[in-house]
Nanobody
Framework: QVQLVESGGGLVQPGGSLKLSCLAS????????MAWYRQAPGKQRERVAT???????LYASSIKGRFTISRDNAKNTVYLQMNSLKPEDTAVYLC????????WGQGTQVTVSS
């Protein structure tokens, strides 16, 4: 069983930045494909960004050029740097870990509002 704990969410004004972190409790973190998803009220869960064990990254078109996913295997942590935030980025952001099985964090709220 892998536990994922997200942090870094909050309230930010449009155009601002936030950096989310997700700490994973596993000894083989480097083997996992990690991803960030988001879920806004009344909308389907959306995969925002993915980073594989070989550090290949993939982004949703809605955030491309504004968000950056990265990982630090020594710290068992994946990050999501979010710049130029828009009100439509408001959602609960969830961390996902995949290696034969899927694991999810509880999520962290990001609210973009003036």
């Amino acid at each position: 069983q892998v536990q994922l704990v997200e942090s870094g969410g909050g309230l930010v004004q449009p155009g601002g930045s936030l950096k989310l972190s997700c700490l994973a409790s596993t000894t083989i973190f480097s083997s996992y494909t990690m991803a960030w998803y988001r879920q806004a009220p009344g909308k389907q869960r959306e995969r925002v960004a993915t980073i594989t064990s070989t550090h290949t990254t993939l982004y949703a078109s809605s955030i491309k050029g504004r968000f950056t996913i990265s990982r630090d295997n020594a710290k068992n942590t994946v990050y999501l740097q979010m710049n130029s935030l828009k009100p439509e980025d408001t959602a609960v952001y969830l961390c996902n870990a995949k290696y034969y099985m899927d694991y999810w964090g509880q999520g962290t709220q990001v609210t973009v509002s003036s």
